[in-house]
């Protein structure tokens, strides 16, 4: 058994975020990770043309902003780089291949109790802490949604999350499911790999150029969220005009509005809409069901495809771990309390990075967690 002050699970750059904050307050930690690296999702199971969505000024972690020569929107592996000078300059070491199983609060003695399978060592470790940090992240493990006859599909599967590049689909016909972010830029991918794409669009989106959200994200420091929001919305129309012929529709509610209430985030176009609008890549209604390789759409259209890649999102796996989640978190493994108080639960338990807010939210949770943590020590000592 091992007693800790702080335990951190996820080396994420929410974990890592802490243990910078932890660190400047020579507050001791321990972090977590159960994969054999730090921002696993990040070195792991992001595709090869992946670029941060926001500028810089906006994806950077506590203490430590982007270099000046850093590009404004910067690649996979730019990122990973500013993640290995934070990990080196804070001296982070995170504890590899422990996989936290179970986590429940203690209430006769005031403190959380952790067990930790090490998967290489193939023992269970039991850790005290006094403050316990979820850093699990939000994108915990990927969803597919269950369409009738997916688990006799005769082609491939695969979910967003292990797509790394279109190498392997040039020439065959391939199906996206879902227009968030990474199936957009997935099908553009694959359009340029020389695969025949097809995505699926059932939802209204947004669809904007990430200057138009640079400037809307400056633009709400001085003006309301409606008002940028409509700005944002005519800029979209000017660039974009109507999309609908091309089965791509626009939400009633803007793109600011939506990502703070539903988490759903604008599709920052990287040229994707081009290949869409010269057809290229077709766009297609949702899926009704499969049957072997053929895929029988909603406007009852079958076509047959070599490949499926989900984009359909992830989901929390943090309640499956947290005992006692209840104190912080719903059963969907999100906070119970709304932004801006949703990092703090009762009995010394917080979240970092469960706001749908990006790297900006990260920041911001670990920097609030860490002066938290800091408080409620400094009147435990003075009492
Ligand atoms: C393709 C993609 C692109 C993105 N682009 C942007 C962007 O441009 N800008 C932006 O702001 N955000 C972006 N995001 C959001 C992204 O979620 C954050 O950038 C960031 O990586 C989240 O950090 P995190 O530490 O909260 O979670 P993660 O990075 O997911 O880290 C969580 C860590 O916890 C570990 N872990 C999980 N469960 C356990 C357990 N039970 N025991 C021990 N360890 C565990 C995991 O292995 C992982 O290393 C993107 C996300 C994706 C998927
Ligand atoms: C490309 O995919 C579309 C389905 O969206 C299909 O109609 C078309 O026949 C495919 N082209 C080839 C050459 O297979
Ligand atoms: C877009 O075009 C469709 C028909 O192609 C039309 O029904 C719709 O009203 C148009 N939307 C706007 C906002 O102009
Ligand atoms: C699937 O397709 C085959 C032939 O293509 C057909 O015989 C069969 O009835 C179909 N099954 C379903 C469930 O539609």
Redesign the pocket.
Known sequence: MEETLVLV?????????IAACLTKKSIPYIV????D??????KK???DR?????AKE??SLPYKPHAPHAKKYMSKND?IEYIDNYVSDFDIRPQYF????FASFDEVKGKWLVE?KDTLMKVTKVFVASFLVV??????KGYIPNIPGLKDFKGGIMH??EYKNGREFQDKNVLVVGCS??GMEISYDLCNSGANTSIVIRNPVHVVTREMIFVGMHLLKYFSLSIVDALVTFASRLTYENLSKYGICRPNEGPFLLKATKGRSPVLDVGTIAEIQSRKIKVLPGIKRINESKIIFEDKVELNFDAIIFATG?KS??C??LKDYDYILNKDGFPKNRFPTHWKGNTNVYC???SR??????SKDVIAIANDIEMVLRAKLCS
Do not use: D
């Open positions: 699970v996820g080396a994420g750059p929410a974990g890592l975020g977590l990770e159960k994969e690296c730090y921002a696993s999702l990040w199971r992001a595709y992946c670029h941060l969505h926001l906006f994806c990122f422990h996989s936290v199983e930790a850093a699990t992240g939000e994108n915990g967003s999350s972010n990474s992830y796996t943090s499956e771990w970092a990075g469960l807010m990006g790297l900006q939210g990260i």
